[in-house]
């Protein structure tokens, strides 16, 4: 049974940094992309950031090119999302999510989820 957790969230400042982490356990990942989406108040979850399990295929919302990396360690079964210059716009919880085969944009088309990390950039 696939399971992810996330931790790495707080309160940061606004153009602070903050690393979040996602262990993931219960199978092989080879194959798989792994994704962070996030959820604001109010809002709809986007699609944040996406890796291939073995780092090949790197994909990123427009709102965090060039602020955000998203990374793997394969040997810890870990993925990593580094958020750099951060605003009071990432405010939002952040969830990471695996889904076999090609990076998917839509959260309804991605079958397993964690629980989520709670980041807040006060304005």
């Known amino acids: 049974q696939v399971q992810l957790v996330e931790s790495g969230g707080g309160l940061v400042k606004a153009g602070g940094s903050l690393r979040l982490s996602c262990a993931a356990s219960?199978?092989?990942?080879?194959?798989?992309?792994i994704h962070w989406f996030r959820q604001a108040p109010g809002k709809e979850r986007e699609f944040v950031a996406a890796i291939a399990w073995t780092g090949g295929v790197k994909d990123y919302a427009d709102s965090v090119k060039g602020r955000f990396t998203i990374s793997t360690n394969n040997a810890k079964n870990m993925v990593y999302l580094q958020m750099d210059s951060l605003e009071p716009e990432d405010t939002a919880v952040y969830y990471c999510?695996?889904?076999?085969?090609?990076?998917?944009?839509?959260?309804?088309?991605?079958?397993?989820w964690g629980k989520g990390t709670l980041v807040t950039v006060p304005s």
């Open positions: 999510a695996v889904q076999p085969g090609v990076v998917s944009k839509r959260p309804e088309r991605v079958d397993y």
């Open positions: 219960g199978r092989t990942f080879f194959g798989y992309v």
